[in-house]
Every structure is written in C-alpha cells, then in structure tokens.
C-alpha cells in the first residue's frame, strides 16, 4: 500500500525559509520521480517542481525557479523541499506526488503561510 506522509508546514515571514519532508512507502521509493504540488485557496493544483532518481531538482514552473530545491534520501524512503525567499504568494497546501503507472497517489498534504 502505497503512503506519503507531508510534515513541516507552517506559518513563516516573507523572505524566510521552510522544509517540507515527505516520507514514503509501500513502493520501489528509489526508482521513481518525487513531485511536489501546491493548491492555494480558490486556485488549481499546480505542479512546483520534482526529483527524479538521480536527486536533481527539475523546477516546473518560473515562480520558484532558483527558491525551491528538492532533495532526497533514498536510504530513507523521504524527500526534503527546501523553500528560501518565501513570499506571500507562496502560501498554500502542498502535496507530495508520485505518479505508479497510471495512478496518482498524494499525501495529505501540509499547510505553509508566507505573512508577516
């Protein structure tokens, strides 16, 4: 059974820092992408970024580009985004993804608050 578990969400000042960790199992954690999406109020759920395998960050979208860096512990089954320069905007539920053929398992998700 396949479990992603989100923590370190929070309430952070602009311009601070956050790491998320989302610790998986019930797969080969190892050999698949990690991705990481995020729904504000009101709004889709977008794609941030993602890690393959080989633990380099793919950013998706321009909005994080250069902020958000993603690491992985494959020993651990975990996957660490590290969130700098923070701004408000940033504000949302993100969800840990991983994508097993064709279905889509997500976590439940850890709230971030970006707001002085």
């Known amino acids: 059974q396949v479990q992603l578990v989100e923590s370190g969400g929070g309430l952070v000042q602009p311009g601070g820092s956050l790491r998320l960790s989302c610790v998986a199992s019930g797969f080969s954690f190892s050999t698949y992408f990690m991705r990481w999406f995020r729904q504000a109020p009101g709004k889709e759920r977008e794609l941030v970024a993602a890690?393959?395998?080989?633990?380099?960050?793919?950013n998706d979208g321009d909005s994080v580009k250069g902020r958000f860096i993603i690491s992985r512990d494959n020993a651990k089954t975990t996957v660490y985004p590290h969130m700098n320069n923070l701004k408000p905007e940033d504000t949302a539920v993100y969800y840990c993804?991983?994508?097993?053929?064709?279905?889509?398992?997500w976590g439940q998700g850890t709230q971030v608050t970006v707001s002085s």
């Open positions: 993804n991983v994508k097993i053929r064709a279905d889509d398992y």
């Open positions: 890690v393959p395998s080989s633990g380099i960050t793919i």
